[in-house]
């Protein structure tokens, strides 16, 4: 069965520096999303990209973040000058189709700064 | 702005009895519900899918209902076992005409417990 899948499963780094979490998507899919979930807190949104661009985005998602789908199958986060609370569970999720569809989810990045 | 309530947020239950979580939300203008389990530090499992114009979804021992006009779901499971013990997500998807393009927005879950 088709499945997201993600890179590393565990990070851990230095504040300040630069993360790149990985995700592949499931092949035939064309929406993708990062979530994250701090400790002990909801899942929230924090992006989605369709079509090569950012098509929506919340309040999370500042300067510190970007996103890129490099070639035909990854798609990154990358979280410069990491801080302390960026330390989270992190999820990629993709879905086929916009709307009325299902959206799956990778297992996750859990995201250590210290 | 969505809002999304689950209920209760623990529940401790003897294996082998039914039980039932709630799933609140505050805009009815959605395209689906998805249940979620998620065990503890892992990713998130999709149980079920329950599209606005369905009432109900089922698998295996789960059973999803979905009342959109007054913003609740549930997740029924039946005979519950130790290995049922995760916490549940619900969420919800926006129909917001063409200007969502998605995303979900979650409860923040019933942690389930059966014990032996």
């Known amino acids: 069965e088709p499945e997201v899948t993600q890179t590393p499963s565990h990070q851990v780094t230095q504040m300040g520096q630069e993360v790149i979490l990985r995700c592949v998507p499931i092949s035939n899919h064309l929406y993708f999303y990062w979530y994250r979930q701090i400790l002990g807190q909801k899942v929230e949104f924090l992006v989605s990209f369709y079509n090569n661009e950012i098509s929506e985005k919340s309040e999370i998602f500042d300067d510190q973040f970007s996103v890129e789908r490099p070639d035909g199958s990854n798609f990154t986060l990358k979280i410069r000058s990491t801080k302390l609370e960026d330390s989270a569970m992190y999820f990629c999720?993709?879905?086929?189709?916009?709307?009325?569809?299902?959206?799956?989810f990778g297992q996750g990045t859990r995201l250590t700064v210290v | 702005k969505q809002e999304v309530t689950q209920i209760p947020a623990a529940l401790s239950v003897p294996e082998g009895e039914n039980l039932v979580l709630n799933c609140s939300f505050t805009d009815s203008a959605i395209y689906n519900l998805q249940w979620f389990r998620q065990d503890p530090g892992k990713g998130l499992t999709s149980l079920l899918l329950?599209?606005?114009?369905?009432r109900e979804q089922t698998s295996g021992r789960l059973n999803a209902s979905l009342d959109k006009s007054s913003g609740r779901s549930t997740l029924y499971i039946a005979a519950s076992q130790p290995g049922d013990s995760a916490t549940y997500l619900c969420a919800v998807r926006q129909n917001a005409g063409g200007t969502s393009y998605g995303k979900l927005t979650f409860g923040q879950g019933t942690i389930l417990t059966v014990h032996p």
């Open positions: 999720a993709s879905s086929e189709r916009e709307g009325n569809t299902e959206a799956f």
């Open positions: 329950i599209q606005s114009s369905q």
